[in-house]
């Protein structure tokens, strides 16, 4: 009966471990999500030429590879 109790113990461990990743990895992908939505809106609302263009394009892929590797 004690190792019973024994996993049982361990796999609810487990289980608020999960969550908690969860909860974490979450509120990531929305800071990410925010993010993005600002270079969105620098790129809708401002004029820029083909340089400045190139670097929030390049911010903008980083971006969304690192939220990419979020969500993996």
Same mark, same amino acid.
């Given at each position: 009966?004690? &190792?019973?109790?024994?996993y049982?113990?361990?796999?609810?461990?487990?289980?608020? !471990?999960v969550? +908690?990743?969860?909860? =974490?990895?979450?509120?990531?992908?929305?800071?990410?999500?925010? &993010?993005?939505?600002d270079?969105?809106?620098?790129i809708?609302r401002n004029?820029? !030429?083909?340089? +400045?263009g190139?670097k =929030?394009?390049?911010?903008l892929h980083?971006?969304?590879?690192?939220?990419?590797?979020?969500k993996?």
């Open positions: 009966m004690n &190792k019973t109790k024994e049982i113990n361990e796999l609810q461990t487990i289980i608020a !471990n969550d +908690e990743q969860f909860k =974490l990895l979450s509120e990531a992908l929305s800071n990410y999500d925010k &993010k993005q939505q270079y969105l809106h620098k809708e004029n820029f !030429n083909a340089c +400045e190139y =929030l394009a390049k911010e980083n971006l969304r590879v690192e939220r990419r590797n979020i993996k």
